[in-house]
């Protein structure tokens, strides 16, 4: 069982910046990948990056290339989601999710099994 606790969000000027932290507890090595996903009002849930557990591989979406920056701590339990630039369209809850999606699909909901309650991003 894995479990996942996001801290982090707050409210941010546009052209601002927030770092996103995901705690990992349980056997978070099971899982292959942690990414980060965000939901706004009214919205489908979307991948915003993801990161291969105790590697290096990355992925992005497009609309978050080379503002957003995914790592992971020393430990290999924490992830982090580096937001700069950030513009109302980034407003959402974001959520921390840790599961095995198959090549290709990092950013399917349906691939990934933990989730976190998610930490609100609102960006005004």
């Known amino acids: 069982q894995v479990q996942l606790v996001e801290s982090g969000g707050g409210l941010v000027q546009p052209g601002g910046s927030l770092r996103l932290s995901c705690a990992a507890s349980?056997?978070?090595?099971?899982?292959?990948?942690m990414g980060w996903f965000r939901q706004a009002p009214g919205k489908k849930r979307e991948g915003v990056a993801a990161i291969e557990v105790g590697g290096s591989k990355t992925y992005y979406a497009d609309s978050v290339k080379g503002r957003f920056t995914i790592s992971q701590g020393n430990a290999k339990n924490t992830v982090y989601l580096e937001m700069n630039s950030l513009n109302p369209e980034d407003t959402a809850m974001y959520y921390c999710?840790?599961?095995?999606?198959?090549?290709?699909?990092?950013?399917?909901?349906?691939?990934?099994?933990?989730w976190g309650q998610g930490t609100q991003v609102t960006v005004s």
């Open positions: 349980g056997s978070i090595q099971r899982t292959n990948c």
């Open positions: 999710a840790a599961g095995w999606p198959a090549g290709g699909m990092w950013d399917r909901t349906s691939e990934y099994k933990y």
